[in-house]
């Protein structure tokens, strides 16, 4: 096999235990073109994963800048 395919190989055989978990993973026929497709579907979903994530943390700091106003808005009000 070749080697950057059997790094391929190695890389999604850990993505799938990891999608998987305790779960045992399917099995599947292992040959150059599952193991390419696969390995080009780990690469998307961990990219994809990765912009959920900058996404995530963007809309946490909001909400707690929107919070921090709401509640300096709120002291506001009680002083008037």
Same mark, same amino acid.
């Given at each position: 096999? @070749? +080697?950057?395919? =059997?790094?391929?190989?190695?890389?999604?055989?850990? /993505? !799938?235990?990891? &999608? #998987?978990? @305790?779960? *045992?993973? +399917?099995? #599947?026929? &292992?040959? *150059?073109?599952? &193991?390419?497709?696969?390995?080009? !579907?780990?690469?998307?979903?961990?990219?994809? @994963?990765?912009?959920? *994530?900058?996404?995530?943390? @963007?809309?946490?700091? %909001? =909400? =707690?800048?929107?919070? =921090?106003?709401?509640?300096?808005?709120?002291? /506001? %009000?009680?002083? !008037?």
């Amino acid at each position: 096999m @070749d +080697p950057s395919l =059997a790094n391929q190989q190695q890389k999604v055989k850990s /993505w !799938l235990h990891e &999608i #998987f978990g @305790d779960e *045992q993973v +399917p099995e #599947f026929e &292992i040959n *150059q073109q599952t &193991i390419e497709y696969l390995y080009q !579907l780990s690469q998307e979903t961990r990219q994809h @994963d990765g912009h959920l *994530q900058l996404v995530t943390k @963007d809309l946490q700091q %909001k =909400a =707690a800048e929107y919070n =921090a106003e709401g509640m300096k808005n709120k002291n /506001w %009000k009680k002083k !008037l």
